[in-house]
């Protein structure tokens, strides 16, 4: 990995063979041939307009919604965090929040302003760049009921800006190309009282751990709803919820509480909880017909 001696300098941490597993919800998987934790955007755009455009690039935002596998990740993984990326504001309508900033934060922070709309993000494991990225939504609503507007960088750092439209958002999917890195979003909410809206978070976010396995290690919804369909009921049906399946000596298994949510109750590596989750994908088409798509995004290499 010749490429490793000859990257740009930078003001953040860029770390060599640095383990991911920590930075990820099911605490999985292999090292990043190098980490970036850029210490502004300014930071990230010099250092991308400097790197080698041959060196692969990974985005990397809380690890909410992902299975890195255990041979690592190869090239540079740029992971979004602290302040510069993190910050919201609100004016007037609007919102605008980090591409870093957890999107259960941006929904407390719309309750602090009074404006109604953005309550679904409290019950979203991730950040918002994530959100941009896969359009993510729960509970009847999504990122495009609420997007304005969005800037992010391109891989040789260049700004480009998007308006809603210009994303093509479709269920959990964006046409924007997969290789911008988002810095800030701004969102449109309606005028409210603070008290109502933070009501209306309050019973999401109990909701939410009534019915979901939030202090497993997990990775949230494993699969994509099909068309006319719920995937939680489709693996409840095929009889996998509950059920512990070894795959290479360790274990994973759907939750007892939610069967659309992957768990690592012990010690599974990657290779067990991708293993099971493809298993299940088959298991159900085998007896449905229907094919289950995965929500969670799987990255690096295998063993």
């Not at 930078?10 to 770390?15: A, T």
């Not at 640095?18 to 090292?31: D, I, K, Y």
């Not at 909410?189 to 396995?213: F, L, M, Y």
């Not at 939030?214 to 049906?237: A, C, M, Q, Y």
Request: charge should be negative; aromatic fraction near 8%; proline fraction near 6%.
């Amino acid at each position: 990995m010749a490429w490793r001696d000859s990257l740009p300098p930078v003001r953040g941490k860029l770390l060599l063979n640095e383990p991911l597993a920590p930075f990820t919800w099911f605490r999985v998987g292999g090292s990043a041939d190098a980490l970036f934790i850029p210490a502004d955007p300014d930071d990230l755009a010099d250092f991308l307009k400097a790197l080698d455009p041959s060196v692969p690039m990974t985005v990397l935002g809380v690890g909410s919604n992902v299975i890195v596998r255990d041979g690592g990740v190869e090239g540079v993984v740029i992971r979004l965090a602290g302040r510069p990326f993190a910050g919201i504001t609100t004016e007037g309508d609007t919102i605008t929040a980090g591409a870093g900033a957890l999107d259960s934060m941006v929904a407390k922070a719309s309750a602090k302003a009074g404006l109604a709309g953005l309550e679904f993000y409290a019950g979203i494991p991730g950040t918002i760049g994530g959100a941009l990225t896969m359009n993510a939504g729960c509970y009847g609503a999504e990122t495009k009921d609420i997007l304005v507007s969005a800037w992010g960088l391109t891989r040789s750092g260049q700004r480009v800006d998007y308006t809603l439209a210009d994303f093509g958002y479709t269920y959990r999917h964006s046409e924007a190309p997969a290789d911008i890195i988002w810095i800030e979003a701004t969102y449109r909410g309606t005028p409210d009282a603070p008290d109502a809206v933070a009501a209306r978070i309050s019973e999401i976010t109990s909701r939410r751990e009534q019915t979901q396995p939030i202090r497993e290690k997990t990775g949230g919804s494993t699969f994509k709803n099909p068309p006319g369909h719920s995937s939680w009921k489709l693996v409840d049906e095929a009889g996998w919820r509950g059920k512990l399946h070894a795959v290479t000596g360790g274990g994973a298994m759907f939750s007892e509480l939610h069967s659309n949510f992957m768990i690592n109750p012990g010690e599974a590596t990657a290779a067990d909880v991708e293993g099971l989750g493809e298993t299940v994908r088959a298991d159900v088409l085998a007896k449905t017909g229907v094919q289950l798509d995965w929500e969670i995004k799987r990255i690096g290499r295998p063993r």
